[in-house]
């Protein structure tokens, strides 16, 4: 609430300033652009920021999630949310392991960087090496996070409406529930250990991949032991041959095709700095499983279905299909109707391209973001659909840039052949 306070006060003064200002040079004077000052968007990002936790969330959720939908003054802040938290300080890292291990837990490591490699909303990652040879990575979590969550987001959407930063008539409540179902998800530590096993199941003994190995013994529900996965920054790849990009980029597609139509459990944050890439064993190594997600055989059904009549290009069967995912409502407008299905029919032109997509020289991003603006614009407001669709988005989306990143030359309609109705 303190934080809060500081940041009703520091927006209000710069609201008093800016009007000052205004006044000064004869400018008029309009509310909403007191409020949407550069100046205020840092204030917000700065102090949900210093909070952490549920207040973070939320600000990373909208600007992933409803980023198109809400100022650009904003989005371009709130991005920085997406891997920007203040860390804890020794003493309280300290002090939540001891909590987890129990006094003298210092004893049994040879070294403990408490130095985080991470800092995210829930928790922080710190490397570390145990005299017995094992060299783990610890997720600590934030102090007091578990028992702040509903309160903190009921808050911050309070915080939201007072300085008026989302649209009119733009119903944020879903993101909202999501991110109070996520955060109570993601605070439990031994829930995201069994998906890391889960997954590890799945993927086998599949080449090319490699996951943290839990150590159950030393993980809790805040704190999470694992064996350390080494390796570069998966975008330091844009400097090696075509060749080896297609490949990490096509090897990176069908992960994501079989994480949705064949094991319905996908990790949903396609994140750059959730991969790592060994050279010398060309592997790939997957990070962070917080965020996954189960999906039903109905609802991958459906999708399989949206995808095929995109690949078919039928645009009636596009908006038939995607009402049945809930991108519309049964008295959705007509040309709304007609302009979304364009824009999903877009959307999946590299389904259609026959031969290799070049992600590098595509300017299909930019394409369908200047549609939904059109789409926007005709409209007064676009409803978000299901969470379940979002955090769809989110995955495929973040793989989409990174083959782009990557400038990779890829045969995407091969790949996704078998999974068309």
């Given at each position: 609430?303190?934080?809060l306070?500081?940041?009703?006060?520091?927006?209000?003064?710069?609201?008093?300033?800016?009007?000052?200002?205004?006044?000064?040079?004869?400018?008029?004077?309009r509310?909403?652009?007191?409020?949407?000052?550069?100046?205020?968007?840092?204030h917000?990002?700065?102090?949900?920021?210093?909070?952490?936790?549920a207040?973070?969330?939320?600000?990373?959720?909208?600007?992933?999630?409803?980023?198109?939908?809400?100022?650009?003054?904003?989005?371009?802040?709130?991005?920085?949310?997406?891997?920007?938290?203040?860390?804890?300080?020794?003493?309280?890292v300290?002090?939540?392991?001891?909590?987890?291990?129990?006094?003298?837990?210092?004893?049994?490591?040879?070294?403990?960087?408490?130095?985080?490699?991470?800092?995210?909303?829930?928790?922080?990652?710190?490397?570390?090496r145990?005299?017995?040879?094992?060299?783990?990575?610890t997720?600590?979590?934030?102090?007091?996070?578990?028992?702040?969550?509903?309160?903190?987001?009921?808050?911050?959407?309070?915080?939201?409406?007072?300085?008026?930063?989302?649209?009119?008539?733009?119903?944020?409540?879903?993101?909202?529930?999501?991110?109070?179902?996520?955060?109570?998800?993601?605070?439990?530590?031994?829930?995201?250990?069994?998906?890391?096993?889960?997954?590890?199941?799945?993927?086998?003994?599949?080449?090319?991949?490699?996951?943290?190995?839990?150590?159950?013994?030393?993980?809790?529900?805040?704190?999470?032991?694992?064996?350390?996965?080494p390796?570069?920054?998966?975008?330091?790849?844009?400097?090696?041959?075509?060749?080896?990009?297609?490949?990490?980029a096509?090897?990176?597609?069908?992960?994501?095709?079989?994480?949705?139509?064949?094991?319905?459990?996908?990790?949903?944050d396609?994140?750059?700095?959730?991969?790592?890439?060994?050279?010398d064993?060309?592997?790939?190594?997957?990070?962070?499983?917080?965020?996954?997600?189960?999906?039903?055989?109905?609802?991958?059904?459906?999708?399989?279905?949206?995808?095929?009549?995109?690949?078919?290009?039928d645009?009636?069967?596009?908006?038939?299909?995607?009402?049945v995912?809930?991108?519309?409502?049964e008295?959705?407008?007509?040309?709304?109707?007609?302009?979304?299905?364009?824009?999903?029919?877009?959307?999946?032109e590299?389904l259609?391209?026959?031969?290799?997509?070049?992600?590098?020289?595509?300017?299909?991003?930019q394409?369908?973001?200047?549609?939904?603006m059109?789409?926007?614009?005709?409209?007064r407001?676009?409803?978000?659909?299901p969470?379940?669709?979002?955090?769809?988005?989110?995955?495929?989306?973040?793989?989409?840039?990174?083959?782009?990143?990557?400038?990779?030359?890829?045969?995407?309609?091969?790949?996704?052949?078998?999974?068309?109705?």
């Open positions: 609430m303190l934080k306070g500081q940041l009703l006060g520091g927006v209000a003064g710069e609201v008093i300033r800016e009007g000052a200002s205004n006044l000064v040079s004869g400018k008029p004077i509310p909403s652009d007191l409020l949407l000052t550069p100046a205020n968007a840092r917000l990002a700065d102090r949900l920021s210093e909070m952490r936790g207040a973070m969330k939320v600000g990373q959720l909208l600007s992933m999630d409803a980023g198109d939908y809400l100022p650009p003054e904003l989005t371009q802040v709130l991005a920085k949310l997406r891997d920007n938290a203040h860390s804890m300080p020794l003493g309280q300290a002090l939540v392991l001891q909590n987890a291990w129990g006094r003298g837990w210092e004893n049994d490591f040879e070294r403990f960087s408490f130095t985080p490699l991470a800092a995210a909303s829930i928790g922080q990652v710190h490397e570390a145990t005299k017995d040879g094992q060299h783990l990575v997720k600590i979590q934030y102090p007091g996070v578990r028992e702040s969550i509903d309160s903190d987001v009921d808050n911050v959407s309070t915080l939201f409406k007072l300085l008026k930063l989302v649209p009119k008539g733009f119903d944020i409540s879903p993101l909202l529930e999501e991110a109070k179902r996520q955060l109570h998800e993601e605070a439990d530590y031994c829930l995201e250990a069994t998906r890391i096993e889960e997954y590890q199941r799945l993927v086998g003994n599949e080449d090319g991949f490699q996951l943290p190995a839990v150590e159950r013994s030393r993980t809790t529900t805040e704190v999470l032991a694992m064996s350390f996965v390796g570069d920054p998966i975008e330091s790849l844009a400097g090696t041959s075509q060749q080896q990009r297609n490949q990490i096509t090897r990176l597609l069908s992960l994501v095709l079989k994480e949705i139509f064949e094991w319905g459990l996908v990790q949903t396609a994140n750059f700095g959730n991969y790592r890439y060994q050279a064993k060309d592997c790939i190594g997957l990070l962070d499983f917080g965020a996954t997600r189960r999906y039903s055989p109905e609802f991958i059904e459906n999708l399989a279905c949206l995808m095929t009549a995109v690949h078919t290009g645009k009636a069967a596009i908006e038939t299909q995607a009402q995912l809930g991108y519309l409502r008295d959705e407008e007509a040309c709304y109707r007609k302009g979304l299905a364009e824009m999903i029919s877009m959307v999946g590299c259609r391209h026959k031969g290799v997509f070049d992600f590098g020289h595509s300017d299909l991003a394409r369908v973001a200047d549609k939904a059109e789409l926007r614009l005709q409209q407001y676009m409803h978000l659909p969470t379940d669709v979002l955090f769809l988005h989110r995955k495929i989306g973040g793989t989409y840039l990174l083959c782009a990143r990557l400038r990779a030359q890829v045969d995407v309609a091969t790949l996704v052949a078998p999974y068309l109705k």
